[in-house]
């Protein structure tokens, strides 16, 4: 029987890389109009490079690039980019198709509901409450908390533990097979492959269930706990 979902939050609940796009492309031209000397070409390729070097959750990203472009941080630059990035992400945080509806059911049907993230917990609680989705979930764990990241079984005992369920009355939903079905599957979780979300493509990721709609998990909850 499934007593709790374990979401991860973006690419699964909302479409982070949409947002982080938008919230660049925007952030750009805001720093050039605020007098950086720099084609918005090489500056998409300088903040690319520091979120690979750094991880797409990096919090000091445009601090990084300033100094890589002007050798120090000019707080007027860096406030054009900032205001510009967040007016941009909180235009385009959207969750995908049916999230909200889907969430609500399964709260109505009992299920006990949190998330597993990679991005800092005040981040993740941010997301969810700019969303209003912080009424809904009732636990989140973040690497802040484990010191460790999927697809480490300590994040998914964290979880677990919280919600108060055994691995096998939880169903995990994410879009990275490596980090969430593989570190699901390893603590003994049901698993669902979120391809809505998928950007990498994945033909094969060996999950219980593969959803391409999210409202598909309605279904699932009710064939799981008529067996």
């Known amino acids: 029987m499934i007593k709790a979902i374990v979401f991860d939050l973006d690419n699964t609940l909302v479409d982070f890389m949409k947002m982080k796009r938008r919230s660049i492309e925007e952030a750009i ?17 300088l903040i690319d490079e520091i979120y690979k070097e750094q991880g797409i959750e990096y919090q000091q990203v445009f601090d ?7 050798h120090k941080i000019n707080y007027k630059i860096l406030s054009a980019g900032i205001v510009a990035y967040r007016r941009a992400r909180e235009a385009a945080l959207k969750p ?18 949190g998330i597993l993230s990679d991005a800092p917990v005040k981040e993740a609680w ?11 979930f009732d636990e ?18 964290a979880i677990l533990k919280k919600l108060q369920v055994k691995p096998a009355e939880a169903l995990m ?13 390893k603590v003994g979780m049901k698993t669902a492959f979120a391809r809505y979300g998928d950007t990498f493509n994945t033909e094969h990721h060996n999950a219980d269930y593969d959803l391409k709609d999210i409202r598909e998990l309605e279904d699932i909850i009710i064939k799981e706990n008529r067996l």
Do not use: C, Q
Request: hydrophobic fraction near 40%.
């Open 64 to 70: 990084e690039f300033l100094k890589r472009v002007l």
């Open 173 to 185: 939903v994410g879009d990275w097979v490596e980090r969430d079905i593989v570190g699901a599957s």
């Open 140 to 157: 989140v764990v973040t690497f802040e908390e484990t010191g460790e990241r999927k697809p480490s079984p300590k994040p998914f005992n």
């Open 29 to 45: 031209p805001a720093m050039i109009d605020a007098g950086l000397d720099i084609t918005p070409e090489y500056a998409n390729k």
């Open 126 to 136: 941010l997301r969810l409450a700019y969303l209003n989705f912080h009424h809904i």
């Open 96 to 113: 995908y198709p049916h999230v909200y509806p889907t969430l609500n059911k399964l709260s109505k049907l009992g299920i006990k509901m």
